[in-house]
């Protein structure tokens, strides 16, 4: 069992950064690779990006690629999502979420966060 709990995130006007954090309990944390993914109202849900099991590795969707950074801590069981340059379009709720192996199909996940509201104003 891995239990994820958010928080960070909040209201930032556009241009602007916004840092959400993902908090791990369970022994078995620094095996798994560690996703974000984010899903706004009348949206389908996005894969935002992922960090493999080490922190050794990232990738990023393309609509948040330079601007994003996804970075690991498995002494303090701790992955965060920092946001450069907020854009309107990133308001959504953010969800972090652990993977066997890295992915970016979120039906490879099997433990999720409650989310976060990161909302961006113009």
């Known amino acids: 069992q891995v239990q994820l709990v958010q928080s960070g995130g909040g209201s930032v006007q556009a241009g602007g950064s916004l840092s959400v954090a993902c908090a791990a309990s369970?022994?078995?944390?620094?095996?798994?690779?560690m996703g974000w993914f984010r899903q706004a109202p009348g949206k389908e849900r996005e894969f935002v990006g992922f960090i493999n099991w080490s922190g050794g590795s990232t990738m990023y969707a393309d609509s948040v690629k330079g601007r994003a950074t996804i970075s690991r801590d498995n002494t303090k069981k701790m992955v965060y999502l920092q946001m450069n340059s907020l854009k309107p379009e990133d308001t959504s709720i953010y969800y972090c979420a652990a993977a066997p192996l890295a992915s970016d199909d979120a039906d490879r996940y099997d433990y999720w966060g409650q989310g976060t509201q990161v909302t961006v104003s113009s």
């Open positions: 369970g022994r078995s944390f620094r095996s798994y690779a």
